[in-house]
């Protein structure tokens, strides 16, 4: 039992805002929080793992190496990406090289520098691979985590959501509903920003048109305090925040922030 003044200074560091390097998710106050649960989600190939990991690998945005530089620990769950592809658009990322290029360079086993720079980029980011995690693996992954380096991580990643096993959940709705709340409760018990990956419906899955939350697959939407469809066409990455529990919002998913992409080289700019 706690009043509200102890509950506050318990959780301080609850409800603050990762680092970011997206200007116009800063700008509208479309922020992932620590202690928060947030869903992005997007059809196949629309780059939602791409911009998420851009993120967390970029923190505030200023290069490796300045004092300005700021990141958040972070613990990534790729199910639904192996290491290769991750390490690839990491090191695009770190570079600014193509992924074409680094694929050359992989065949001609020419990744002393690559290795150096992503291992410098990506410092402060763990990964974990498990194609099918259940609940137990995750906490025991991150019971690990806070074992190893003295509290438990600031940003969790769940990629994909669907990929979380869930114990004794009978059909597709009622997995992904108990996947979010397991989530939710994660976040509050570590105060990390936990964000999880989703698909869209059927209809939403060609990813070239704004999508509203309605077409979120799955009875998911009551759980996460935030809530950010993407989609995509040609060089321009939109992203829609249909719920902000902490800001602004449409549901409706046409309020658009505009990100230019460039995915061969990891580049977001907005």
Same mark, same amino acid.
């Given at each position: 039992?706690? %009043?509200?003044?102890? @509950?506050?200074?318990?959780?301080?560091?609850?409800?603050?805002?990762?680092? $970011?390097?997206?200007?116009?998710?800063?700008?509208?106050?479309?922020?992932?929080?620590?202690?928060? +649960?947030?869903?992005? @989600?997007?059809?196949?190939?629309?780059?939602?793992?791409?911009?998420?990991?851009?993120?967390?690998?970029?923190?505030?945005?200023?290069? =490796?190496?300045?004092? !300005?530089?700021?990141?958040?620990?972070? +613990?990534? +769950?790729?199910?639904?990406?192996?290491? %290769?592809?991750?390490?690839?658009?990491?090191?695009? /990322?770190? %570079?600014?090289?193509?992924? *074409?290029?680094?694929?050359?360079? /992989?065949?001609?086993?020419?990744?002393?520098? #690559?290795?150096?720079?992503?291992? =410098?980029?990506?410092?402060?980011?763990?990964?974990?691979?498990?194609?099918?995690?259940?609940?137990?693996?995750?906490?025991?992954?991150? *019971?690990?985590?806070?074992?190893?380096?003295?509290?438990?991580? !600031?940003? /969790?990643? $769940? *990629?994909? #959501?669907?990929?979380? =096993?869930?114990?004794? @959940?009978?059909? !597709?709705?009622?997995? #992904?509903?108990?996947?979010?709340?397991?989530?939710?409760?994660?976040?509050? *018990?570590?105060?990390?920003?936990? /964000?999880?990956?989703?698909?869209? %419906?059927?209809?939403?899955?060609?990813? &070239?048109?704004?999508?509203?939350?309605?077409?979120?697959?799955?009875?998911?939407?009551?759980?996460?305090?935030?809530?950010?469809?993407?989609?995509?066409?040609?060089? &321009?990455?939109?992203?829609?925040?249909?719920?902000?529990?902490?800001?602004? @919002?449409?549901?409706?998913?046409?309020?658009?922030?505009?990100?230019? =992409?460039?995915?061969?080289?990891?580049?977001?700019?907005?």
């Amino acid at each position: 039992m706690q %009043t509200l003044n102890q @509950a506050r200074r318990k959780n301080a560091a609850a409800g603050e805002p990762i680092h $970011c390097p997206i200007g116009v998710m800063n700008e509208s106050k479309t922020y992932f929080r620590k202690g928060q +649960f947030t869903v992005v @989600a997007a059809g196949p190939g629309s780059g939602k793992s791409a911009i998420v990991q851009y993120i967390l690998q970029q923190g505030n945005g200023a290069p =490796v190496g300045h004092p !300005e530089r700021l990141t958040n620990r972070s +613990f990534y +769950f790729s199910a639904d990406s192996d290491q %290769t592809t991750m390490w690839k658009r990491s090191a695009a /990322i770190a %570079t600014g090289y193509t992924q *074409d290029l680094i694929d050359t360079w /992989i065949a001609e086993d020419n990744l002393e520098a #690559l290795e150096q720079a992503v291992s =410098v980029s990506t410092s402060h980011m763990r990964w974990d691979y498990n194609s099918s995690p259940s609940e137990e693996h995750v906490l025991m992954s991150i *019971d690990a985590y806070a074992s190893v380096y003295g509290s438990y991580p !600031e940003i /969790i990643v $769940c *990629d994909n #959501l669907k990929n979380l =096993v869930i114990d004794g @959940a009978e059909g !597709e709705f009622q997995a #992904l509903e108990e996947a979010c709340v397991f989530l939710h409760n994660l976040a509050r *018990d570590t105060n990390a920003a936990v /964000i999880a990956l989703h698909h869209v %419906t059927g209809e939403n899955e060609d990813g &070239n048109k704004p999508i509203p939350m309605s077409g979120i697959r799955g009875k998911v939407s009551k759980t996460p305090e935030v809530i950010v469809t993407i989609h995509r066409m040609d060089s &321009n990455m939109y992203l829609s925040p249909v719920k902000n529990r902490n800001g602004v @919002a449409d549901a409706s998913g046409k309020w658009l922030l505009p990100v230019s =992409v460039d995915l061969s080289r990891m580049a977001f700019t907005g």
